[in-house]
């Protein structure tokens, strides 16, 4: 018998590839991996990934402070 399952094809590069799955070990929200930049996920966890994803890419991203940018202007 054939199951119908609601998802969402996601496509990414393989570095958020990787993030997510190393997310879906607590959630267990992915349902199939297609290949390299294609996951098909649960439609329900759209939105708590898309925040995730941004919580963690934020840690990783470095921004210029108003002094920094100050001096850097200066030279």
Do not use: P
């Not at 799955?21 to 959630?27: D, E, H, S, T």
């Amino acid at each position: 018998m054939v199951k119908a399952v609601t998802g969402v094809l996601l496509e990414c590069d393989s570095t958020v590839k990787q993030i997510i799955l190393n997310l879906n070990k607590r959630g267990n929200f992915v349902i199939e991996d297609l290949d390299d930049t294609h996951l098909f996920i649960e439609a329900s966890w759209v939105k708590q990934l898309q925040y995730e994803l941004d919580r963690i890419l934020d840690e990783n991203s470095y921004t210029i402070s108003g002094e920094d940018k100050e001096s850097r202007n200066k030279n």
